[in-house]
């Protein structure tokens, strides 16, 4: 199954039914001009397979991964703020937070992601990608 992930791709697993996770990954799909990455519900079956690969405990880190054959799993705020560096300028300027020890971003992280749903709200079903979009997406 990982093997559906070209080399050169990072796939991003998200929360497919949280409201800011799916506004946060169409904010990725406008910017991401040099179309690094490919996007996965971690409710779907690739999602599982990662999830279970890694044995990720999903009541510890449930609202966004991000995965590559070249560097394996990264999550919480170091997957946001991977993804922010390849976003281009000035989104990509987040990437200077790496300097923060991983335990304080991540507090901050797990703080926001406690909150998601009381925040913005939750959806009954992952998104469906549109037409135009269903490409990036993997099943």
Known sequence: ?????????????????????????QYVIKHDKKDHFLFAPLQSEIGQNIINHYNIDTSKVD?????????GISYKSTAALKIAS??????????????????????????????????????????IPTPELKSKFLN
């Open 63 to 71: 609202s966004i991964l991000v995965y590559s054959e070249e560097k």
């Open 1 to 25: 199954m990982l093997n559906l992930i070209p080399t050169e791709k990072n796939l991003i697993l998200f929360d497919g039914v949280c409201n800011l996770c799916n506004s946060s990954i």
């Open 86 to 127: 390849k976003l281009g300028f000035p989104i990509n300027m987040l990437s200077i937070f790496f300097i923060v020890p991983p335990f304080i971003r991540n507090w901050v992280y797990d703080f926001i992601a406690k909150n998601r749903y009381k925040w913005y709200g939750k959806k009954d079903e992952c998104m």
